[in-house]
Nanobody, 124 residues
Framework: QVQLEESGGGLVQAGGSLRLSCAAS????????MGWFRQAPGKEREFVVA????????YYAESVKGRFTISRDNAKNTVYLQMNSLKPEDTAVYYC?????????????????WGQGTQVTVSS
């Protein structure tokens, strides 16, 4: 069992930065791949970025490539999402998710545990 709690969301102007954190509980956290997804009002949840259990590989959605960076600190049971050059279209609730197994996926249905989400609002 893994419990996830996101933090770090907020309101920021376009071009600004935010860093989201996702703290995980559970002794097997380091064996899970982790992902970030987001959901804007009236839209389906979409993949943002994922990282393998060992941090050996990452996978970014094209819309955030070059602006967002995922990282994880297994000693702290935490995964981070650094978001730079934010755009109004990045506005959404951001969710972190954990997937059993070491390799990531871009499909939400492959993830086993989800956080409650944190709101990110980017003003123009």
């Amino acid at each position: 069992q893994v419990q996830l709690e996101e933090s770090g969301g907020g309101l920021v102007q376009a071009g600004g930065s935010l860093r989201l954190s996702c703290a995980a509980s559970g002794r097997t956290y380091s064996s899970y791949a982790m992902g970030w997804f987001r959901q804007a009002p009236g839209k389906e949840r979409e993949f943002v970025v994922a990282i393998t259990a060992s941090s050996s590989s990452t996978y970014y959605a094209e819309s955030v490539k070059g602006r967002f960076t995922i990282s994880r600190d297994n000693a702290k049971n935490t995964v981070y999402l650094q978001m730079n050059s934010l755009k109004p279209e990045d506005t959404a609730v951001y969710y972190c998710a954990a997937k059993r197994g070491t390799f990531y996926s871009g499909r939400s249905r492959d993830y086993d545990y989800w956080g409650q989400g944190t709101q990110v609002t980017v003003s123009s």
